[in-house]
């Protein structure tokens, strides 16, 4: 038997052998599906950057991975519309959900306007705040 060697440190390498493996497991366990990384970037007429959503297929799900919009375009319903257009691909790629995480201080009331429902939610996490996790069916 190996000993166990444990220590602190982040080695890129070492991890990446381990998601290999973790994800080779699943995949014996799981309909495998090719993970697609995806992003929609609104830009201005100069190509800065003032807000987009980035996300990734998997397992027929659309995961919500960031959404952000500047503070010069809020309120203007950008944000539904780059969840809107994310919604239309995760369709086009026969997906089934939508996945995303969000926090009180951030915009669980939008996102639940939208039709995320609420799956769970952990009190004091961050301190003083609520983390949502959240989803919709497609």
């Not at 060697?5 to 699943?26: K, P, S, T």
């Not at 919500?64 to 809107?84: A, H, I, P």
């Not at 915009?107 to 996790?133: C, I, N, R, S």
Request: glycine share 10%; hydrophobic share 35%.
């Amino acid at each position: 038997m190996a000993d166990i060697r444990m220590h602190r440190g982040y080695d890129e390498e070492e991890a990446g052998f381990i998601r290999y493996n973790l994800v080779r497991y699943n995949k014996s366990k799981v309909a495998y599906t090719e993970e697609e990384k995806m992003s929609f970037v609104l830009k201005d007429e100069q190509g800065d950057i003032l807000g987009g959503l980035v996300g990734h297929t998997d397992w027929e799900c659309f995961f919500v991975d960031l959404l952000w919009v500047g503070d010069s375009l809020r309120g203007m319903g950008k944000g539904q519309e780059l969840l809107e257009t994310a919604e239309a691909y995760a369709r086009e790629q026969q997906c089934r959900l939508m996945r995303l995480e969000t926090f009180s201080f951030q915009a669980p009331d939008f996102y639940q306007k939208l039709g995320f429902k609420v799956l769970g939610q952990l009190e004091d996490f961050p301190k003083g705040f609520t983390h949502y996790y959240m989803y919709k069916e497609l």
